[in-house]
């Protein structure tokens, strides 16, 4: 008996034995088959960088002064994407002070600089900022043997933060040349010189867009059933061309519509999005109505290293319409300064800076913007916009000197009056607090300081909503139902009072 379990323990033992040895040969042949086809070797030996989702730096690029072997398209598309990730992961090392991915993007001997640099700032609790939002890169010598590459990136456009302990000590904008070696390694380019070689202060002065400027007499618009989500599901042309209509014969000459980032895919503006706004500014056409184009809504983040994104979000949609007829100005933001609190009012201001340079870039006949939340914001960055813009839901006896104070501080530029208005809402959570007839006398009177001093302006909005999504105000009922009872219209179509004074 034990002579027979013995040799049954044996031949289980052979057994497991001979399978496990023909598992190992099925995974190393998998292996080798791997990395002998078309499979992505970077999902398992190199930190792949998605760029599309975190750095895209404006990118020219020129083969002028190339020696050495020819080079392939692809072979230029594999040297230019392992080098921007290169920039990407030292500007998240010095960010975050961690050596992650370094050693994916640069040889032995060029990680020893950056290493001592990181190891420095977090010894001193000191973190570094930064971004490049363009690169000019020229190839000057490609090796015979495909193993080298010498780059010339001139005219780098480089913004850089400094922090210790949190708080700002250093923030500078240069515009930078650089040489670059870089070495082929286990089928990658790393960077084995990355030299300075030049640098200057990057001028953020901007020319000012050539336009005549008409008194707006606008509203800010939504369609009543989707306020919020414009451009969704149930985008319908038809019902906005209705709406377009009403508001023209109201005697309006303009509109302000909001382009939602996320929405509109961030970086990678989506196709049907760009489509579902050619509709609206054609019809916006139809009824002789300008529009103003807020580009950046639900966009809070700031992040430095989100700015290439934020750029190509703008660079997209400024360059599609751009010789729209229909487009009288573009709003970057929607009132920025209520994240001043929370994001760090230099980050919200530099992110606008740039911002409008890069607009400015792009489109140099439209007039550009901001639509700050009150008058004590609205110099902010004057000199950079054409147009001032600021909202008011104060008390309307103390418009007119506002508005008089303003404007001896800003003496050659339109001021417009973007936001206005007073809810109907009495209901429940703000009992007799307001009332259509309040709201009508509220528009009665402040038509009147706009009409004596000739101030252009755009109404907070045509209709009541039956919803305003949590993205907007939050849950609260206190807050989002008055915020659902600004329009001149209500959920059923029917003018209420305040229609009277939508225009005079």
Do not use: C
Not at 50 to 74: A, H, T
Not at 262 to 276: H, I, M, P, R
């Amino acid at each position: 008996m034990v002579s027979t379990n013995k040799k049954i323990l044996r031949v289980a033992l052979m057994l497991t034995y001979t399978f496990i040895i023909f598992i190992l040969l099925f995974l190393l042949s998998s292996l080798y088959t791997y990395f002998n086809t078309g499979a992505d070797r970077s999902a398992m030996l190199h930190t792949e960088v998605k760029k599309v989702d975190q750095y895209l730096p404006k990118v020219d690029w020129k083969e002028n002064g190339n020696e050495g072997r020819e080079i392939s398209d692809q072979k230029v598309a594999e040297i230019l994407n392992d080098y921007l990730d290169s920039w990407y992961v030292k500007q998240a090392s010095f960010l975050s002070n961690t050596r992650l991915g370094i050693d994916d993007y640069f040889t032995k001997n060029a990680r020893k600089n950056i290493f001592n640099i990181i190891d420095y700032n977090k010894e001193n609790n000191i973190s570094i900022e930064s971004t490049t939002l363009k690169h000019n890169l020229d190839l000057e010598f490609f090796s015979e043997d495909g193993q080298l590459i010498v780059l010339k990136d001139n005219d780098v456009v480089e913004y850089k933060k400094t922090l210790k302990n949190n708080e700002i000590i250093m923030e500078t904008s240069e515009i930078s040349d650089y040489k670059a070696v870089l070495l082929l390694e286990d089928g990658f380019w790393r960077i084995r010189h990355l030299v300075k070689e030049a640098t200057k202060d990057f001028d953020k002065t901007t020319t000012a867009a050539q336009f005549d400027f008409t008194t707006l007499k606008g509203i800010n618009y939504y369609p009543q059933a989707t306020p919020w989500d414009m451009y969704g599901d149930q985008f319908d042309i038809n019902i906005i061309k209705n709406d377009f209509k009403i508001i023209n014969d109201a005697k309006l000459n303009s509109i302000r519509i909001f382009v939602p980032y996320a929405d509109f895919g961030k970086a990678n503006v989506k196709e049907d999005k760009l489509q579902k706004l050619q509709l609206v500014l054609d019809a916006a056409l139809e009824v002789d109505l300008k529009v103003v184009v807020t580009l950046f809504d639900f966009y809070g983040n700031y992040n430095v290293l989100d700015w290439t994104l934020n750029h190509r979000h703008a660079e997209k949609i400024v360059d599609r319409f751009k010789d729209h007829k229909a487009i009288i100005a573009w709003d970057v933001k929607n009132e920025p300064n209520l994240d001043f609190d929370s994001r760090g009012k230099a980050n919200v201001i530099a992110w606008l800076e740039f911002m409008i340079i890069t607009i400015k870039e792009i489109d140099k006949n439209h007039p550009i913007t901001i639509g700050w939340s009150n008058v004590e914001s609205a110099t902010i960055l004057k000199d950079q916009l054409d147009i001032i813009s600021f909202h008011y839901y104060e008390d309307i006896s103390d418009l007119e000197q506002q508005y008089l104070a303003l404007k001896t501080k800003i003496k050659d530029k339109p001021i417009v009056l973007q936001e206005f208005g007073l809810s109907s809402y009495g209901g429940f959570w703000r009992p007799f607090a307001s009332s259509e007839k309040k709201q009508a006398e509220y528009y009665k009177e402040i038509q009147k300081v706009l009409t004596k001093n000739s101030i252009s302006f755009m109404s907070w909005t045509l209709y009541d909503f039956d919803v305003v999504p949590k993205e907007v105000l939050g849950r609260l009922p206190w807050r989002t139902n008055p915020q659902k009872k600004f329009g001149f219209i209500n959920n059923k179509g029917e003018k209420k009072l305040s229609y009277k004074y939508i225009s005079n």
